[in-house]
């Protein structure tokens, strides 16, 4: 295990007071960091997707919508996938409250699979005007789009302001 790798930490904790340690990678990659990226990636997404939203209808730029196209859906899959197998169970193993942290990541999940089915809507209409199709219906395609990034946004505060402080509480 490399220990180095712990200088990550959000909180710049050390493995002995980190009550979520058991979720860091076999490498010893901090879940707590390896998570901040993650929403790092998702809410720089959420920037570009707002961009495409206020360029609709006539100055999409349609070569960043074939990007954002091609990468929305393994970018959200790899980051959902990442948090439900090392740092939701990390969080439903804490003391306080086990119900209704059971009850929170039951929801937290529940957005997962509604937003991967969004996302894959998102990702379907920009790789199409990626490949040249017309903007028929821009303002149902900017409703799309803020639906969706508003909801990202929305979930990525929730986690960063009730899972991501169990770290920084104890380190402090
Ligand atoms: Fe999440």
New binding site residues.
Partial sequence: MEVGSRSECVAGCQPVDCPIQLACDDDGAPACAQ?KRS?GRILQLCDVLEEIADALPGRVDRGQCRIVGDMLMPLLRY??DY??QHFFPAYERGEAEPGSRAQTIRR?KG??MA?EGAAQDVADALSALGDGAPVTNAEALGFMLRAFFEAQRR??AF?QEHLLPLVVRRAI
């Fill in positions: 998570v929403h980051g959902h948090e439900e937290l957005e997962h937003d979930h990525v986690e």
